[in-house]
C-alpha cells in the first residue's frame, strides 16, 4: 500500500506553468500588488486629510466636536499605519510564485476586504450605539465619538467594499489564465480546473 501511495505521489505532481504562463502569472500577480498600492495611497491620503483637519480643529473646539477630532485622529493614525506598513511592505520585489500561490494570494486579499467590509459595518453600528447613549444620557463626548466612528466606518465601507471589487473583478477578467493553465514540457504535472 505504501508503494501504490508513493507511485501515486510521484505520478501526481504539482503543475508547473511553461515559461510564457509563469510571465503572465507574474503580471497578474503585479497587477494585484499595483492594485492593492493604489489603495492603500487612498486610505493613506484619507487619513492624512483626517490628522491635519482634526488637529487643527481640535483646539477651537469644546465638547462633541473637541470628542469627535479626538476620536478621528485616533482612527486616522491607525488608517496611516496601516497604508504606510501595506506601501512599504509592497516595495519588495515579488518572488515567483507557483499558479497555486499567485491564486491564494489573490483569494487572501479578496478575503481580508470582503471580511473589512462586513467589519465596518460592525464599526458603524457601535458608532450609532455611541451616538444614541450619549444622547440618552446627554453625553457629549459619547455622541462626537459616535459620529467620528460613524463617518471613519461608512468611509471604510465604501473603502473595502471597492477594493473587495476591484480584486474580484482583477480575478475574473484574468479568468482565462486559470482555465488555460496547461503542465509545462518538463515535469509531470496535472492539469486543474477552476
Known sequence: MKKLLSLLALCVGT?????????????FDQQRV??????????GGWAVGNLVYSA?????????????HQMNI???AIDL???????LSNRKPLPDRSADEVLKQQRKF???????????????GGGVHLNQRGERQDKAQLRGFGKAVILQGAFLFLFDG???AAHRTHYR??????????????????????
Open 15 to 27: 503543475q508547473r506553468p511553461s515559461k510564457a504562463q509563469t510571465e503572465t502569472l507574474r503580471s
Open 34 to 43: 499595483d492594485l492593492t498600492q493604489r489603495g492603500m495611497y487612498v486610505l
Open 56 to 68: 487643527t480643529q481640535l483646539g477651537k473646539s469644546s465638547g462633541e466636536a473637541k470628542a469627535f
Open 74 to 76: 485616533g482612527w486616522a
Open 81 to 87: 499605519v496601516l497604508a504606510g506598513a501595506s506601501l
Open 110 to 124: 479578496e478575503k481580508i476586504f470582503l471580511i473589512n467590509t462586513a467589519l465596518d459595518v460592525v464599526y458603524v
Open 162 to 164: 471597492v477594493m473587495y
Open 173 to 194: 477578467k484574468n479568468d482565462s489564465l486559470w482555465k488555460n493553465l496547461e503542465p509545462a514540457d518538463e515535469g509531470v504535472g496535472v492539469k486543474v480546473k477552476f
